[in-house]
């Protein structure tokens, strides 16, 4: 008996697309609200103020992160109220959904645009210290980071002889 698996994959793309549909439904979401809170009472004096000293300062160094200090009631709103930064999180980055990190990829790769001298790669790697995630997350990362910075996805794999 012959099998014509048509009516089979044409069902598992309409689903696929239905999910996928909801995951950009998602993105456009975080599209609309990133950072909104950045414009608020809560945040805005405090960033007012900082934003061009971090502009100044290299992500990660000493004085970056006495910024950060200084700006502790801002940002503690500001991760209380934005699933795309791990500290929203007890758990941190083990606890946000694939959403959440490409999301937070995003905003790390406008970050470093700020930054006269700001590198998504080097980011990638001093996150991986401050948020504790492994290599392969850090690969993955980087993989997009790549692409997201003008690299090809490759659509077929080239066949092995």
Same mark, same amino acid.
């Given at each position: 008996? /012959?099998?014509?698996?048509?009516?089979?994959?044409?069902?598992?793309?309409?689903?696929? /697309?239905?999910?996928?549909?909801?995951?950009?439904?998602?993105?456009?979401?975080?599209?609309?609200?990133?950072?909104?809170?950045?414009?608020?009472?809560?945040?805005?004096?405090?960033?007012?103020?900082?934003?061009?000293?971090?502009?100044?300062?290299?992500?990660? /160094?000493?004085?970056?992160?006495?910024?950060?200090?200084?700006?502790?009631?801002?940002?503690?709103?500001?991760?209380?109220?934005?699933?795309?930064?791990?500290?929203?999180?007890?758990? $941190?980055?083990?606890?946000?959904?694939?959403?959440?990190?490409?999301?937070?990829?995003?905003?790390?790769?406008?970050?470093?645009?700020?930054?006269?001298?700001?590198?998504?790669?080097? /980011?990638?790697?001093?996150?991986?210290?401050?948020?504790?995630? $492994?290599?392969?997350?850090?690969?993955?990362?980087?993989?997009?980071?790549?692409?997201?910075?003008? $690299?090809?996805?490759?659509?077929?794999?080239?066949?092995?002889?």
């Amino acid at each position: 008996m /012959s099998n014509d698996s048509k009516t089979a994959t044409l069902e598992h793309m309409r689903l696929v /697309s239905v999910i996928l549909s909801k995951v950009i439904c998602e993105l456009l979401h975080r599209d609309e609200i990133h950072d909104a809170g950045k414009l608020q009472p809560e945040e805005k004096d405090i960033f007012d103020k900082f934003t061009p000293k971090l502009k100044d300062s290299t992500y990660g /160094s000493d004085e970056y992160k006495g910024f950060l200090k200084a700006m502790k009631p801002a940002l503690d709103h500001h991760y209380a109220t934005n699933r795309h930064h791990p500290e929203f999180f007890d758990g $941190g980055i083990k606890d946000m959904n694939l959403v959440d990190l490409i999301e937070m990829l995003c905003d790390w790769l406008a970050a470093t645009q700020r930054h006269d001298d700001g590198d998504l790669m080097k /980011s990638i790697e001093i996150n991986q210290n401050r948020f504790g995630y $492994g290599d392969e997350m850090k690969a993955v990362f980087e993989n997009t980071a790549r692409w997201l910075q003008g $690299g090809e996805l490759v659509y077929k794999r080239k066949v092995m002889p």
